[in-house]
């Protein structure tokens, strides 16, 4: 088996593992007062106090939620709330089309529920946005602007976004940026004091952390509107009793994932080079997304397009070769339609319809791309024969 | 390891059969797709997205294209420990089946788009992609038999339990693509409910979602509503056989022949007798009404013959079923150049144009062909 779809979810690390494990059969509500909720809160404050030092914010900011669904949601249509309630004129969205679907669909839901004017940020041809097309949607009227959602770095074609001059540009008008940084985490510098980011969606399962387990970096000056009520958890912003052996876990990926991530980078940009190398030898005409310069793109990631071929064909050749990677993100499963992603970047539609996502991990091996590199001409050659239906 | 009468031939090379397996998320298909991994096959899942806009809940027994239908589909597939992926046919079935639906209404013919998805899209579409992937065959949860003969050729019969039959939708299939399909529920005499229990020993949840019937692209079922969506309203006259105006109409595309309820005419017939629809047409939309015994039909001709097999020369004797779940009639029959000219040995009613007539030469599919133009005993109501 290669398993080359990491970004969709990563196996948890064994000190991950352990952490959880350990702790599962412990009962304690970490809002209860008595010793076995002393427990809990504890184990859960020193998981927030790590993971702040892992992203470089204070344990104050750390909102845990059930996921980055949750957290880019929480950002999105919180924010949106709370900046409208205190200027009914500010409606306006600025978000890129090459969003995950769930800042896309949050914000598409604001659109057609909440009076929202969304605007796309343009993208290049990477499908990268730019701090001065940022500059001139703000331009147009500072005033109306809610808030700006920008992603860090890209889930399928593994573009990075530079974040810094984003929010830059946008504090020159006081308005919040969120980005969804789910991809970005253990494989770039991720400094949420430095990003200057309001808000910042981070995912447990991405980084060999447990599933159903994430968190909104949140700024300490920001209260969004709740989308859950109860309790009043986690500054009032996420009611609901905290899961204290996801959080230990996770904190412990998060600790991991950035003491490990200059190496990790180094190493896994070596193995997916090789593995690029290796498709474009056996394909020569397969085209590949997102930025060639691996200083803008995630190490670990590796998209093509191959020209002819029906995507949903060549995950299929493949998986039966024990090659598990995919056609772009996972959440499009169902019906296959060609990727936002790809289209936004401007790529004819028929050849987005050819997609494929390889994403290395933690447990990439060079057998891996051997894998690949063996499998990839014959699997394309015979998609190509099957042609786009 | 038993394999089904007739399955595709064992590859040379001496792997096992590769067989794609059409899921549609009901029991039938399920459970072939199980028999199919049982008779040592390596089997593959498929569901076909066949709707652009595919609704999230089935509502009642109609339709298979929803998202529900999907991941019925898929749960079983995991259930059943095979892979699965669901493939976007919509655009071919759109214009393949949707469309072809609308302009034989349209024009006045009473489709059957069931016959035109297997001959277009699953043992077309769906097959050549299959093959070009590697695949040996596509297999599906039709209830009919192939049997191959001794010189290789293969034959489609009809199923063992004449109740459960739907060799009929697959009348259009021609010898290559019988080469390369599968049906693992053919040969077993069993109701429905045998099926279910079936589903049920094997753990497959879809045991007790309820059959679909209605044609799939329609969700609520209301053929009528699609069609005046699709073709607005033209309002037109409806008249006897004598020309005299009736009534009007909405659209003649609303009728089909021999149809008596929804004619909505004031005054009853001269003689109190029920009247039906005998005849539309779409260049005057006119729709003309009259008594039963003028719909009795003495022959027929019918275009696009489709053989299973060599085409039969000369005359012949057969029996031929008109429609999905009609009965047997006997004709007699014969290929005049590219037109196939049928004459019954006892009138029939209800035979509309657009309608495939399938041929049986006992249990054996001989062919089909679509229905162009009918003789009645009346010659008032005038063929078309």
Redesign the interface.
């Known amino acids: 088996m290669a398993y080359l779809d990491h970004a969709a979810t990563t196996p948890m690390l064994p000190e991950a593992v352990q952490a959880m494990t350990a702790l599962l059969p412990l009962a304690g509500n970490a809002s209860s007062l008595h010793a076995a909720g002393r427990r809990a809160r504890r184990t859960v404050e020193e998981g927030r106090e790590s993971l702040a030092a892992a992203l470089g914010a204070r344990p104050s900011e750390v909102v845990f939620t059930a996921g980055g669904t949750e957290a880019d949601n929480l950002a999105v249509k919180g924010l949106y709330w709370a900046r409208r309630a205190a200027d009914p004129a500010r409606t306006r969205v600025l978000t890129s089309p090459v969003e995950h679907h769930a800042v896309l669909d949050a914000v598409h839901w604001l659109a057609d529920h909440e009076g929202a004017a969304v605007e796309y940020l343009p993208v290049d041809a990477l499908g990268r946005v730019h701090a001065d097309a940022l500059r001139e949607a703000i331009a147009r009227n500072p005033a109306d602007v809610a808030l700006v959602t920008v992603m860090w770095a890209n889930n399928e074609i593994g573009t990075v976004m530079p974040v810094r001059e984003l929010t830059a540009v946008a504090a020159e008008y006081g308005i919040p940026v969120h980005a969804d940084a789910v991809q970005a985490v253990g494989q770039l510098d991720v400094d949420f004091a430095a990003s200057g980011l309001a808000a910042m969606t981070v995912s447990g399962h991405k980084i060999g952390g447990p599933y159903g387990v994430g968190a909104l970096l949140l700024g300490r000056q920001y209260a969004p509107v709740p989308l859950l009520h109860g309790g009043g958890q986690e500054r009032q912003v996420r009611s609901g009793t905290l899961d204290v052996p996801a959080v230990a876990a996770f904190a412990v990926a998060g600790t991991l994932a950035a003491e490990r991530r200059a190496e990790f980078a180094r190493e896994i940009g070596a193995l997916r080079d090789e593995l690029i190398a290796a498709v474009r030898a056996a394909v020569p005409d397969a085209v590949l997304g997102g930025d060639p310069d691996p200083a803008g793109r995630l190490p670990a990631n590796a998209h093509f397009s191959f020209p002819g071929c029906e995507g949903d064909s060549l995950l299929l050749l493949l998986d039966a070769q024990g090659i598990e990677c995919s056609t772009g993100s996972a959440c499009t499963a169902g019906v296959a339609q060609p990727s936002h992603v790809v289209l936004a970047t401007g790529t004819d539609p028929d050849l987005a319809r050819g997609t494929l996502r390889f994403s290395l991990g933690h447990t990439s091996t060079k057998e891996d791309v051997a894998a690949v590199a063996a499998a990839i001409g014959p699997v394309v050659e015979r998609a190509r024969t099957a042609g786009l239906s | 390891m038993s394999d089904f009468p007739g399955a595709p031939s064992a590859p040379r090379d001496g792997r096992r059969l590769r067989v794609l397996a059409a899921m549609s998320g009901g029991v039938d298909s399920a459970v072939a797709a199980a028999r199919a991994v049982e008779a040592g096959h390596d089997v593959?899942g498929v569901h076909l997205?066949l709707s652009a806009n595919?609704q999230s809940f089935r509502t009642g027994a109609r339709g298979c294209c929803t998202?529900e239908d999907?991941r019925d589909a898929r749960r079983a597939a995991d259930v059943i420990g095979i892979?699965f992926?669901?493939?976007?046919?919509?655009e071919?079935f759109r214009e393949d089946v949707v469309e072809d639906f609308v302009a034989e209404y349209e024009a006045g013919r009473t489709p059957n788009p069931c016959l035109r998805c297997n001959e277009k899209i699953k043992f077309a579409?769906l097959l050549?992609?299959a093959l070009?992937?590697?695949f040996d065959a596509v297999c599906t949860g039709h209830y009919a038999t192939v049997v191959v003969n001794e010189d290789g050729t293969r034959e489609l019969h009809r199923a063992s339990d004449m109740a459960k039959d739907q060799s009929y939708v697959l009348g259009v299939l021609d010898e290559r693509q019988l080469a390369h399909a599968m049906f693992p529920l053919g040969d077993t005499v069993t109701t429905k409910d045998e099926i279910r229990a079936e589903a049920e020993r094997r753990g497959l949840a879809v045991a007790k979602k309820p059959d679909s019937h209605d044609i799939c692209f329609i969700a609520d079922g209301d053929t009528q509503g699609f069609l005046a969506k699709r073709l607005g309203k033209a309002e037109g006259d409806i008249v006897d056989e004598a020309g005299n105006r009736l009534g009007t109409h909405e659209g003649a595309y609303g009728f089909t022949i021999g149809q008596r309820k929804g004619l909505r005419i004031g005054h009853p017939a001269p003689d109190g007798k029920p009247r039906y629809v005998l005849d539309i047409s779409p260049v005057t939309n006119t729709v003309t009404v009259g008594p039963a015994e003028a719909l009795d039909v003495t022959a027929l001709t019918a275009i696009k013959p489709r053989w299973c097999g060599v085409a039969p020369e000369g005359p012949g004797t057969y029996t031929a079923q008109l429609r999905a779940h009609g009965g047997e009639t006997e004709v007699t029959a014969e290929l005049v150049g590219e037109e196939l000219r049928v004459r019954f040995t006892e009138p029939v009613r209800g035979v509309a144009p657009g309608q495939a007539i399938v041929l049986y030469d006992g249990t054996r599919v001989v062919g089909s062909a679509t229905i162009a133009a009918t003789e009645r005993v009346r010659t008032g109501a005038a063929a078309q």
């Open positions: 593959t997205a595919p998202i999907s892979p992926y669901c493939w976007d046919l919509a071919r579409a050549d992609k070009a992937l590697g």
